[in-house]
């Protein structure tokens, strides 16, 4: 039995670790998903963490030990190709959701609610926003 690989978006990230205002209701979500539930983002999530991180002259070595607990998945050419050829108006989610897809993840979570209308076709989009459980 392989274990569900479930997608963080940077936006997710973002929130957990600069403690935003959705920051309860995103831990609480990410809490809730399956305990064999591998969690995992990009590589340029990752990347784009480490920015603010950088821009806002914080501890990296808190970053770097915040993203070490999440699987990093690579990108690739495929996945540029995949967001050039699907891009619904945001070539950054569509990049997301071609790596998404390319390592076989089941859902993607975020905070984005414009999210699943672009890209929901293509993979299962959970989108968090107040009120919802």
Not at 93 to 117: E, M, N, P, W, Y
Request: aromatic share 10%; charged share 25%.
């Amino acid at each position: 039995m392989t274990n569900e690989l479930i997608f963080l978006d940077t936006n997710v990230l973002m929130e957990l670790l600069f403690r935003r205002p959705q920051h309860d209701l995103v831990l609480a979500s990410v809490m809730a998903l399956p305990e064999q539930a591998i969690v995992c983002t990009s590589v340029l999530s990752a990347a784009i963490l480490l920015y603010f991180v950088e821009t806002e002259k914080l501890d990296k070595t808190v970053a770097y030990g915040f993203v070490k607990g999440y699987k990093i998945l690579n990108m690739t050419h495929a996945d540029y190709l995949w967001a050039e050829e699907n891009d619904q108006g945001d070539f950054e989610d569509a990049l997301q959701v071609g790596c998404a897809k390319r390592h076989g993840c089941s859902s993607l979570l975020t905070l984005d609610k414009k999210f699943d209308r672009m890209y929901g076709k293509y993979l299962s989009i959970l989108a968090l926003n107040k009120g919802s459980s």
